[in-house]
């Protein structure tokens, strides 16, 4: 059974930083694969808005030459490449100055009746300075919406001032603050695996799970993104938002509905009951790791501070954390989670391991019983898997192995798997909040990852070396393995 596609209403998306990498890899080819699926009402037009002195044909040509490259093989259609383009045009606005503005208007004023989202794919700084241009010029309806993409800020400071700045000119159900990984197939099957099925929820407790482990791993580097990643890291950059939305709808009570304020607030929930990491703590429960010289796939790779101008760093590409949850249905239950750059496979997945069987009836010959896991695997290849104990099949006596239920989207449902911007882009069309962050997530969360900032900082906390290739510093293996237990690195 193929998904109905729901058409949306006609739109005006208005994209700040258009000619940027962001729109040239992801937000072009989501947008076509929207038309393609027949999910653009007309008329739609999409309009590229930045400083580069562009025409509407160069802008068109630049989208074209995105198209060729991103797409994957089949998917570009000459009949459907034709008409996305013609829906596209561009106006070269400044953020901090009038220049442009006026342009930008009288094109949207064409269209006054329909939804107008402005999206933000420039750097945090002008959010505040584009937000005003926005008012000053007249450009918010009733039906503006406005996409803003992390880092929220860089501390909680920065994240409530950045927060009051946008809040004076839009509405907080206006705005959109994205974060892609909410967008991923897995990540919204993950309430589906818990709140449609009778099997799991039941389970979802501290009586019944040991641990549960968050793992989001690179095998890339900086990929000329050494000026942000120096002073931001993998708190920052991972954690604060990918990392804890997805511990939140892991861990995260049973919404009343699946309206989009009964989803945030029990997420919210969850960031609020985070036991503190910090200065008395931060030691024991995080490891700060930065990768050396390695080998990847590709050959022999760079040390960080190799890619850095000066060489001088103790900004972490790694992290690691034991995080404990504060209430009744968790209690006990560790929390690890990690992210890096540069190690031994791309993988992004949560790992549910649960209980060992509190007696076993088969002696030793039948072999070690293995505690059940949960796999949801959200990259590279997106899918679920449950882990089990059977007999292993043939005479010879009960001898018993440990195999997996596995459900690969690709090979389930034998249908192109949308990219995650997809969904969120025509969310933010349809006023559906449920997958961004509310004001009050992001400041909860930064709430619980600034006392481990300071904490570092006050303890001198430095960063453990790790070959790059590898799964992070011994350091990381040790935080796990003191509590009697391992990572998952089954890639």
């Known amino acids: ?77 000459d009949a459907e490449v034709k008409k996305f383009l013609a829906r596209l045009f561009y106006v070269p606005v400044d953020a901090r100055s009038d220049a442009g503005w ?71 159900e206006q705005i959109f ?54 002073t931001a890291g993998a708190l920052r950059d991972m954690v604060q938002n990918h990392i804890l ?73 790694f992290v690691a954390i034991k995080a404990e949850i504060g209430n009744w249905r968790w209690a006990g239950v560790p929390f690890y989670i990690r992210t890096g750059k540069r190690l031994a496979g791309r993988v992004s997945e949560i790992v549910i391991t649960f209980k060992h069987i509190p007696h076993t009836i088969f002696d030793q010959a039948a072999g070690r019983i293995v505690a059940n896991q949960l796999i949801i695997r959200l990259q590279p290849d997106e899918g679920v898997k449950q882990s089990l104990m059977i007999k292993d099949p043939g005479p010879g006596g009960m001898r018993l192995r440990n195999v997996s239920l596995d459900m690969s989207f690709a090979s389930a449902f034998n249908v192109r798997n949308p990219d995650a911007y997809e969904r969120l882009l025509m969310d933010v069309i349809r006023s559906n909040q449920t997958l961004f962050m509310r004001r009050d997530e992001v400041e909860a969360a930064w709430k619980w990852v600034d006392p481990i900032l300071k904490g570092w900082e006050e303890a001198g906390q430095q960063v453990q070396g790790y070959t790059a290739g590898t799964w992070g510093p011994s350091q990381a293996i040790a935080l796990i393995e003191r509590d009697g237990r391992t990572w998952h690195d089954d890639i």
């Open 1 to 77: 059974m193929s998904s109905q596609i729901i058409p949306v209403e006609p739109f005006d998306y208005v994209v700040f930083g258009g000619s940027g990498d962001l729109a040239e890899r992801k937000l072009l080819p989501a947008l076509y694969h929207r038309q393609v699926e027949g999910q653009f009402s007309e008329p739609t037009r999409i309009i590229g808005a930045s400083r580069s002195a562009l025409s509407n044909e160069e802008y068109r040509k630049f989208a074209d030459a995105a198209l060729k490259e991103h797409l994957k093989k089949g998917e570009y259609d």
């Open 102 to 172: 006026d342009q930008l208007k009288k094109l949207l004023d064409e269209g006054k009746e329909r939804v107008r989202a402005f999206y933000l794919a420039v750097a945090p700084g002008i959010f505040g300075d584009i937000s005003q241009k926005i008012h000053d010029h007249k450009l918010i309806t009733k039906q503006t919406r406005i996409v803003v993409e992390k880092p929220i800020g860089r501390d909680l400071a920065s994240a409530l001032q950045l927060n009051d700045t946008i809040g004076k000119v839009f509405k907080e």
């Open 177 to 230: 603050r994205i974060d892609h990984y909410l967008g991923k197939e897995t990540v919204q099957n993950l309430m589906a695996l818990r709140f449609a099925n009778a099997l799991y929820e039941p389970l979802w407790n501290a009586n019944h799970i040991d641990h549960v482990q968050i793992t989001v791993a690179e095998s890339v580097g900086l990929e000329g993104r050494a000026g942000y990643y120096d």
């Open 245 to 317: 939305q997805l511990l939140c709808l892991t861990a995260m009570e049973i919404p009343s509905s699946m309206d989009s304020e009964a989803v945030r607030d029990e997420k919210l929930k969850v960031l609020r009951a985070l036991k503190p990491i910090d200065a008395s703590n931060v030691e024991q429960a995080t490891v700060r790791g930065q990768y050396r010289a390695g080998a990847s796939a590709g050959g022999p790779v760079k040390g960080y501070l190799d890619e850095l101008e000066g060489g001088v760093s103790n900004t972490e590409t």
